[in-house]
């Protein structure tokens, strides 16, 4: 029974019948194909603006590209100490970028606090050309800690990138999860507040390898498509890859992954908060929780798989996804309060 990572867990199966369905026949290369306009168009008309498109294979790829169009070599990046980007995309952003530097910024629950943020800025440019420039900042939602930076909370974010005249990108991997959890339209959690830049993330919520980086500031978009090709990333049969991210956001089917994921991990935290202590509000589908060692070790010979955080030998995350069923949640609950 696995709580792992949804990366882990299977691809739909009406994602993988749209794949099937695009291998009929011929269709035109590295993106000229009627499925790749199509996920534009569609795109478009859900953000309820334009939009551009660029489907790729992976999340890194689409933080990457978003910080090479946003930051030059002699920027810097701002995110939180915990984020994706900082951690672990093994200096990807940075080889992209040609140079740029990160600056981790603090904040509880995997969240970069905005008075930090706005402190740190404002205290930027005593030194001159002697320190990097402050070009882009990078919010994650869901955040690493599985927690959802509300609405009220990004237009924070907005007022000090206009403040500053910063970018402001978010990486998505989990956008279906964090926009369930809030309730609120597409458009209103990202350009309507502030956000430039979004890497959709499709992979980790039922496509087999499908995200996008969508950008919303015609200012960021020169040279695009040729920083995919540079990246390696200009997929020559691209149609498999909008084919999924089409199947995805239509008949809502993303939202209703992301839903019965969020409605998993909200059903543990419900029928467990009595006896165990949760290190992170429970906000969308990532559980960080403290149990004893034993009982860990106990639910590992059991057959549950989730990671063991590391650094702590006492607190594990729980990954709930689109495919976890409601027996395995339930027999992850009994295993739990049974325990003596």
């Known amino acids: 029974m696995n709580f792992r990572s949804d990366n882990e867990a299977p ?61 030059p070599p002699y920027g810097a990046i701002l995110c939180h100490e915990d984020a994706h980007l900082n951690r672990d995309e093994c200096g990807a952003p940075e080889f992209y970028t040609a140079g740029a530097k990160i600056i981790s910024i603090p904040g509880k629950h995997g969240k970069m606090d905005a008075n930090d943020l706005d402190q740190y800025l404002a205290n930027t440019g005593v030194h001159g050309e002697h320190e990097s420039l402050p070009c882009t900042i990078s919010l994650t939602q869901c955040t690493e800690a599985g927690t959802v930076y509300s609405l009220d909370e990004l237009l924070q974010f907005k007022k000090i990138k206009e403040k500053y005249g910063l970018a402001l990108h978010m990486d998505g991997a989990r956008f279906a999860n964090a926009l369930v959890a809030l309730g609120c339209t597409p458009a209103e959690m990202t350009w309507q507040s502030g956000i430039d830049m979004l890497s959709f993330g499709a992979t980790k919520n039922g496509a087999m390898m499908a995200e996008s980086l969508i950008v919303f500031n ?12 540079r990246s390696g990333h200009l997929i020559s049969k691209m149609r498999f890859i909008s084919a999924q991210l ?49 009982l860990i070790a106990s639910l590992s010979e059991q057959g549950f798989e989730f990671h063991v955080w590391p650094g ?29």
């Open 11 to 71: 691809v739909n199966a009406s994602i993988l019948q749209a794949m099937i369905e695009a291998n009929q026949g011929f269709e035109e290369s590295y993106g000229y194909d009627t499925y790749s306009e199509r996920f534009t168009e569609q795109c478009q008309q859900l953000f309820e603006t334009w939009c551009e498109v660029l489907p790729l294979s992976t999340g890194t790829a689409a933080n990457s590209i978003a910080m090479a169009l946003s930051c």
């Open 218 to 229: 015609t200012q960021y978009i020169k040279e695009i498509k040729r920083l995919r090709k």
């Open 246 to 294: 089409l199947r995805y956001i239509q008949d809502e089917l993303w939202l209703k992954l992301a839903a019965h994921a969020n409605q998993q991990a909200q059903y543990f935290f419900q029928n467990t908060q009595q006896k165990i202590t949760f290190i992170h509000p429970v906000e969308a589908n990532e559980v960080f929780c403290r149990l004893p060692v034993e």
């Open 312 to 340: 702590f030998n006492d607190v594990i995350r729980l990954v709930f996804s689109h495919a976890t069923e409601q027996s395995s949640t339930d027999k992850l609950v009994q295993a739990i309060m049974q325990h003596e």
